[in-house]
């Protein structure tokens, strides 16, 4: 039976010359980011930015949630993904980072579909449940700090509709969650998370080994 296929350079390389189809402007907004201090450790992996968009678009998504903007790289692909009407509310801590993703935005024609709140996440998060009720997203995309996972999940949970998706970002934590010595309050954070959504029944799940680890969680009717 095959097993994981390690992902070494040369096979990440062919990988990306069959499958990405990173276009120039996503491209400009990677480097600009990974100029940034810590941005390549930060910014979604270009072939992750592609999967979020097929997501949005498999799942028919109208409206979709994103908990952490960052420089706005995936909040760029998710956005394009959507249909002219459709809206993303996407959120942050601070609006340093997110004025860079701005302008590219403009420039995809796509910023009317965006909307950036800045503010702790779980103030954001119950404000969107007292003025949009439960279940009122279709897709959501949790990437922010991981000491509060479990805590952006269940909020999540709440305000997605039933048979939506929920994609986490950084479940393997740079392979940290499977070293015991790792105790820091990121790694416990998304171990705790993955320990709960193991066990979950009000979800279907599936963690992929791609990137820095990916979950996918799609809440049952």
């Known amino acids: 039976m ?9 096979l990440l390389g062919y990988i990306r010359s069959v499958s990405l189809r990173e276009d120039p402007l996503l ?3 990677r480097e600009e980011t990974g100029a940034l201090p810590g941005g390549e450790a930060m910014q979604v992996m270009a072939e ?3 999967l979020l968009a097929l997501l949005v678009q498999l799942t ?3 409206t979709v949630l994103e908990i952490g903007t960052y420089t706005g790289y995936s909040t760029l692909c998710l956005a394009r993904a959507l249909p ?3 809206t993303l509310v996407t959120c942050d801590i ?3 980072w997110p004025v860079i993703g701005l302008p590219f935005w403009e420039q995809a024609e796509v910023a009317d579909r965006i909307e950036l709140r800045i503010g702790e996440a779980v103030e954001t998060l119950a404000k969107l449940g007292a003025e949009r009720g439960p279940e009122s997203f279709d897709l959501v995309f949790i990437d922010a700090d991981k000491a509060n996972y479990v805590r952006y999940y269940e909020d ?9 998706l929920i994609v986490v970002d950084n479940t393997l934590f740079f392979g940290r969650v499977a070293d015991p010595d790792a105790q820091d309050s990121d790694t416990c954070g998304v171990r705790e998370l993955n320990a709960a959504m193991h066990t979950d029944e009000r979800v279907d799940i599936s963690l992929l ?4 680890g990916i979950t996918l969680v799609r809440k049952r009717p």
Not at 209 to 212: E, H
């Open 2 to 10: 095959a097993q994981q296929v390690a992902t070494t350079e040369q």
């Open 27 to 29: 491209a400009e907004l």
């Open 48 to 50: 992750e930015g592609q």
């Open 60 to 62: 028919g998504a109208r």
């Open 84 to 86: 002219p009407t459709g």
């Open 94 to 96: 601070t609006d340093r």
């Open 156 to 164: 999540s949970l709440a305000l997605l509709r039933p048979g939506g």
């Open 209 to 212: 080994a791609m990137a820095d």
